[in-house]
């Protein structure tokens, strides 16, 4: 069964606009944590933000910011006034911290395109 | 300091070849992971070392696939014979974050079987 669900695949957004990511996610594991990963066209995985399922707060770095909706099993990517160097795929990611052993799952990426 | 480091960046080999990707993973990273994306498909996790030691290998393939991690530090992973199916790019990963698991990823193996 998926675990990990990004339902767009692409999706396009105005310079200095906001964007949202869709994730959403499954397991029965009340111990886990989600990530979101960025790949631009240099290939490199790059690590953007972290939220813990016991974490309160929704989690902020700078520009990016997961909104968290535990009940709905959610974890969406805000990034907000985009910037043309956004353009690149994004990966949602999930690690059951009891059940899923060491190992990071992720979904199949949304590729996100920023117009001047 | 250096990143996690993956040799060939590209491959094109024929059926029935072997071919041998590298990793290199942050020094000092105990967790290495190996990873594959098949084009528009979802990263799959391969397997999990932990310094030498395979931790978790419930996602290799079949027995086509090797992998090792020779003294805990540079990883390798083997390919023989490959298949048309393996095309795809293999993402190694490294992680010295327990609290969190954040990994540190190579900019990956485009592998193409011909």
């Known amino acids: 069964a998926q675990k990990i669900t990004q339902t767009q695949p692409g999706m396009f957004v105005q310079e200095k606009e906001a964007v949202t990511l869709d994730c959403t996610y499954d397991?029965?594991?009340?111990?886990?944590?989600l990530f979101w990963y960025k790949q631009p066209s240099s290939g490199e995985m790059i690590f953007l933000i972290y939220q813990g399922s016991y974490d309160q707060q929704n989690a902020t770095e700078g520009r990016y910011s997961l909104n968290f909706q535990k009940a709905r099993k959610s974890a969406n990517l805000v990034i907000s006034a985009s910037q043309l160097g956004d353009s690149a795929m994004y990966f949602c990611a999930m690690r059951e911290v009891n059940t899923g052993g060491f190992k990071t799952i992720f979904g199949a990426g949304t590729r996100l395109f920023v117009k001047a | 300091e250096a990143g996690v480091t993956q040799f060939p960046s590209h491959s094109v080999i024929e059926k029935g070849q072997t071919v041998t990707l590298r990793c290199d993973p942050i020094?000092?990273?105990?967790?290495l992971y190996w990873y594959r994306r098949v084009m528009g498909k979802e990263i799959k996790f391969l397997l999990h070392f932990v310094k030498e030691s395979k931790q978790d290998e419930s996602g290799m393939p079949n027995n086509r696939f090797l992998a090792e991690r020779t003294g805990g530090t540079y990883s390798t992973l083997k390919v023989q014979p490959a298949e048309l199916e393996d095309s795809g790019v293999y993402f190694c990963a490294s992680s010295q974050d327990g609290r969190t698991g954040k990994l540190f990823f190579g900019s990956g193996t485009q592998l193409s079987v011909l």
């Open positions: 397991t029965s594991d009340p111990s886990y944590g």
């Open positions: 020094s000092g990273h105990d967790n």
